[in-house]
DNA sequence: GAGGTAAGTTAACAGTGTTATCAAAAATAC
DNA sequence: GTATTTTTGATAACACTGTTAACTTACCTC
């Protein structure tokens, strides 16, 4: 009586069936276009059937991004593979993180959590020169004064900035608070770094 | 007759109004759960009022991007201002753009969109760690090779980890799309940066 | 006071996630 | 083969969301 196997087999294709039309549908309008209804439509099957492969929304969208983060994991494991020493490694490993990035950037904008207003909004908003200005021209100055003034500043302005938001939104996602002057450790660290590096 | 000037001394008080009652409830609940009628309910108004002084909701978060750029603009400026080398300058910065986002954090938020589940979910995906596993082992490595053995690589993880969500997430805010090899150099400017501070 | 303008309201539309209720189908028991 | 139970799925509703059309009311101008 294979009729039990069949039902879970059954049940099995429903659920991936769900995660298809799910995938499919963020591929074409976004996270934030997704909804339970959609689906429901696109699978062909009435609204409540979902719920019972998933206890909500939620829980299929934390089932992508578990997807998401094994791919990224395996994806740095063949890059890492590919070099002998830890520094190159290293390398390697960023060149992974970040094209895994964008050619999944569905994945990564869900696993971070990046929301939508940023790429629509935040590109016009003259507001955020001031800030800019600012920093670029520290970062002009420091290089004048230091003995790499050849180097290119808007590069070097874009690192600075990213070490700092990196920082800042990596820490506030993990919400295991370690204390405060840990945190502050991690961020002279990398300024260090970068500091002596922009400076030569 | 004074009239005209109350009244647009009257509008202008109903929007100052709604921009108060929607940052009050942004503090209470977060930006996830705020909505036009909680706005309109608090104002003690109907929810059309609010149309007349805001084209949608979007239009009430960009109010509040904008003034988010401009309070972390005058942040960093004044950090700036406390310091005399560029070098020093970039380190105040950095520190004060630190605080900013942690002593504001809604704001921080919203400018550049980061969602929600996040802090509550990504925690607890246990997939994650397979990542990080890969990077501290790496680190680990890296520093048995190199002149700085005694560094804390949990510290360094953190670091390199920051930088490459840093760089990935500010540039996939700026859709004003930089050709890739010039978003690969920042990438590696930024790494090469780091290596050789790790590696002493 | 009559006419016109602007302010504010009610009510609705089109969505969303979620769930209680019920009908039908399928598997089991007799 | 019929009756019973269990599972499967659908309909319909609830409580929300952003947004807007239509209407009333108050106010200012003439």
């Known amino acids: 009586m294979g009729v039990l196997e069949r039902k879970i087999r059954q049940k099995e294709e429903l659920r991936t069936a769900i995660l298809d ?35 909500n929304k939620d829980a299929i969208l934390l089932e992508f991004t578990r997807e998401g983060f094994l791919k990224l994991a395996a994806h740095l494991m063949t890059a890492k593979d590919g070099a ?37 909004t935040v590109n016009q908003i003259p507001e955020m020169q001031e800030m800019t200005r600012i920093l670029t021209s520290t970062i002009k100055a420091a290089l004048a004064a230091g003995n790499n003034p050849e180097a290119d500043y808007f590069l070097k302005f874009h690192t600075y900035w990213s070490i700092l938001h990196g920082l800042v939104s990596i820490q506030m996602i993990e919400k295991d608070g370690k204390p ?21």
Chains 1, 2 share one sequence.
């Open 21 to 55: 039309a799910a995938w499919q549908l963020v591929l074409t309008d976004g996270w934030q276009s997704l909804s339970i209804r959609k689906i429901a439509d696109a699978i062909e099957y009435s609204i409540p059937v979902i719920y019972n492969h998933f206890e």
């Open 84 to 120: 002998n020493t830890p520094a190159e490694q290293l390398e390697r490993i960023a060149d992974a993180y970040w094209d895994f990035a964008y050619a999944n950037k569905e994945y990564y904008q869900l696993m971070f959590g990046l929301g939508i207003p940023a790429c629509e």
């Open 180 to 200: 405060d002057d840990i945190k502050k450790m991690i961020l002279h660290d990398a300024m260090s770094g970068f500091i002596k590096s922009l400076m030569g």
